[in-house]
């Protein structure tokens, strides 16, 4: 018998090893499922467009869309009046022969696609807004959706159009198609052309608090100032350009509301008009700050620029007597942005204004100034933590990606709990006023206000200047930022108890019956936090921290958004970006994270200890007599030992013979035979190799694993020793590519290291749902037990109605 395979009969013939799958049934050819199969079949086509490599390609191209805007806020009749030139250039292959552009505010109309497609029980924004009733159980409608209707119903909504013009005067047809409307030119628009048209629109504000929405105003009754005061946050305010790409051309996907945006870069110049008395933060530059602002507070815009912390702007003080007063006029601030894709600003007289410098040499903007505008609602927390989170998040993801690209980054307090625009992001944390009249904050608005900023803030670099396309792929920013943003959060403090994005925070919803695969359009998705913030984010912790490894990982990320700054990118550029750029096939990864509504749970089913067999009988017979022995007595016999009976042979001893002296692991002549003969027949490199293993006589050890969950991935594995001592092993994934339902992993280690425990998963870092089968030997799983008294009956018929009609005061005793 060759060496190699009397050791393969020695370690491996056990039944246990053969592949079965997770049902239990040997293997055949019908349950093969290759988890490897490259994503090239599904993935685009690479092209000129967009290379093989995942970078933009030798003729990559996309459109540049500037706008010239003037806006007047009307905050009595809070309502918007404006007039836009807009200057298209095609630098697309293709003729045009009409534009598409996006109408938002007309989700609004109470007979958009929106409205008339919200199914009843769907989930809403803020939480559930409905709760289905039953035969015996009302169907309850929340506070909150009966004041989202009634303000529907009471208040008119969408564009006013006003006109539609070329730059001689001359009307453009134009049809509008719920929240797009098409503008059809007199001629196509040919490759390398531009075209400017003029567009005139208003729109009354929706009360963000009342619609939900991703702008608005909020209005604060309570204000020193007669009727109050509001903040307005101007988002999706004005009709924006749809992208046209190589990939879809006109990206002309109806605003459903979950579904965000995907947009054009280009220049604005934009001039609003508020009350005199308002502070406006705002996308952009201010190009008129004599115009608008102080003496005072131009200087202390400049020595801002080199504080070391946040300075205020505007005070306190100063906001306050502004929110007390009224306005006698108007103002216009005027602002520039370059190479940007939207453009949203704020407005108010309650804020106060603070600004530090954030300093990055060598870059662009040298120093770029982050601020932050809230109202004294946003109290002590605000000035402690909202423009140093804004310096924090620039810090941690100029290390992912880029330098900060714009020269400013703000933090707006209002109505919308989080979203983010060019320069400027909208958050809505706020502290508690008491009844002594000052102001606290629980540990969760803490946490909200700065995990919202940096996640806000985070944004800015996905997607606003990454630009993926939020419309159809939500978890292409939401699920990259999560991840970052997660990283910021435990950079700012590890000891905060964060939650959302790592891995061991999406068990729940990766075994849930409510999810879909992250790949699926952002208006479909049922769980939109859980699919495109959270899971993705835990994919992207498990490939840095455990898959690629964090060198990797972070050199290929910061790969892909170097290449794609100020660009477009796809799924396709994205997952081949990493792999390129990495030097791994992730193509299992991706499908299963992104194309599957797999899980991962790894179940360490058994494990066998073996020790190599020395051929030598007079060494491995008695090894065998011991393991035999070591096995329990037949329970008969124990019984008959414990009753006293007798046993025959012993009491008749004339009867004995050869073997009741020997038994079957007697070593005999011909056994001694066929150890000479086996060593005798090996070669002298066998011999070798054989002497050394029997010398060493190492601890062989087969684990067998099952793949209950689907997902494959590398198996983490904590050993420990009978001496104490603990190892980590990391298995990758590919050990399932031949089977993907069980498999089995031979370890070694040096004579007298013993295992005497093996924890799959042993610090949580893949997702794996049952931590319980992932204990060899299994733990006594810990938990609790609570006391509890029955509530009484709260149904009309078991109520002492009796009682209560007298006005009695029962003690609860029967």
Known sequence: MRFALFVAALLFAIPVF???????????????????????????????????????????????????????????????????????????????????????????????????????????????????????EPTKLSMEELRRQQAMADNTYGYDIGAVRDMAGADLPHTIVGTLMRIDLPAPLAPGESTEFAIEWAFNIVEEDAVVARSGYEHFPDDPRKGGNDIFLLAQWFPRMVAYSDYEGWHNKEFLGRGEFTLEFGNYE????????????????????????????????????????????????????????????????????????????????????????????????????????????????????????????????????????????????????GMEYPMITFNGPRTILNKDGSRTYSLAEKMFLVGVVIHEVGHIYFPMTVNSDERQWTWMDEGLNSFLDSVAGYEWDPDMPWTRSLPRDMVSYMVSNQQEPIMTQSDSVTNLGANAYGKPSAAYHVLRDTVIGRE?????????????????????????TIEEASGTDLDWFWRGWFYTTDHVDISLDSIYRLQIDTADPDIDLPRRRA?????????????????????????NRGVTDFYDANDEFTVTPKDRKKYTDFLDGLDPWERRVFDRAVKEDASYYVL??????????????????EDGSTEKLNIPAEIWRR??????????????????????????????????????????????????????????????????????EPDGRK
């Open 270 to 417: 934009v001039a609003m008009t508020v009350p005199d008395d308002h502070i406006v933060a705002s996308t952009g530059v201010l190009q008129n700050p004599d115009a608008v602002l102080t003496a005072t507070q131009r200087q202390r815009i400049e020595a801002a620029k080199n504080a070391d912390a946040p300075m205020f702007i505007v005070t306190p003080e100063e906001a306050a007597a502004a929110e007390a007063g009224n306005p006698r006029g108007t103002k216009t601030w005027q602002f520039s942005a370059t190479n940007v894709r939207d453009f949203a600003w704020a407005s108010s007289r309650k804020f106060m204004w603070d600004a530090q410098g954030h300093k990055q040499p060598g870059a662009e903007h040298e120093t770029v100034l982050a601020m932050s505008f809230w109202p004294k609602e946003g109290g002590e927390l605000w000035r402690k933590y909202s423009t140093a989170a804004v310096v924090h998040t620039m810090k941690v993801y100029s290390r992912f990606s880029f330098d900060y690209p714009y020269p400013t980054a703000q933090s707006v307090n209002g109505p919308v709990g």
């Open 18 to 136: 053969q592949p079965v799958n997770a049902q239990g049934i040997e293997q055949t050819k019908g349950d093969y499922e290759d988890k490897f199969r490259q994503l090239d079949e599904v993935l685009p086509t690479p092209n000129v467009y967009r290379n093989a490599s995942g970078a933009p390609g030798h003729e990559y191209w996309q459109q540049q869309v500037d706008y010239s805007i003037t806006a007047e806020l009307d905050e009595p009749r809070r309502r918007i009046t404006a007039r836009a030139t807009i200057r298209y250039t095609n630098n697309s292959p293709d003729a045009l022969p009409w534009l598409w552009m996006q109408l938002d505010q007309n989700i609004f109309r109470t007979d958009s696609m929106a409205e008339l497609t919200d199914a009843f029980g769907g989930p809403g924004r803020r939480g559930p807004k409905v709760s289905l009733g039953s035969a015996s």
């Open 704 to 721: 067998n694993f099952a793949n209950k969950g689907g997902l494959v991935m590398p198996i983490i594995l904590g050993l420990t020793f």
């Open 627 to 651: 393991e035999s022995d070591s096995e329990p007595e037949v329970i008969g016999n124990t019984l008959n030992r414990q009753q006293r009976l007798p046993i025959w042979v012993l009491e």
């Open 739 to 808: 089977n993907s339902h069980e498999v089995a992993k031979l370890l070694v280690f040096p004579k007298g290291k013993e295992l005497v425990q093996v924890v799959v998963d042993p610090d949580w870092e893949t997702a794996d749902a049952d931590i319980e089968n992932n204990h060899y030997p299994r733990r006594i799983i810990p938990s609790r037990i609570e006391a509890f008294k029955s509530e009484a009956s709260k149904s009309r018929v078991g109520r002492d109605l009796m009682g209560e009609a007298a006005g009695a």
């Open 552 to 576: 990797r990982f972070d050199f290929a990320l910061k790969e892909y958004a170097r290449r794609w700054k100020f660009k477009r990118p796809t799924p396709a550029d994205f997952f081949r």
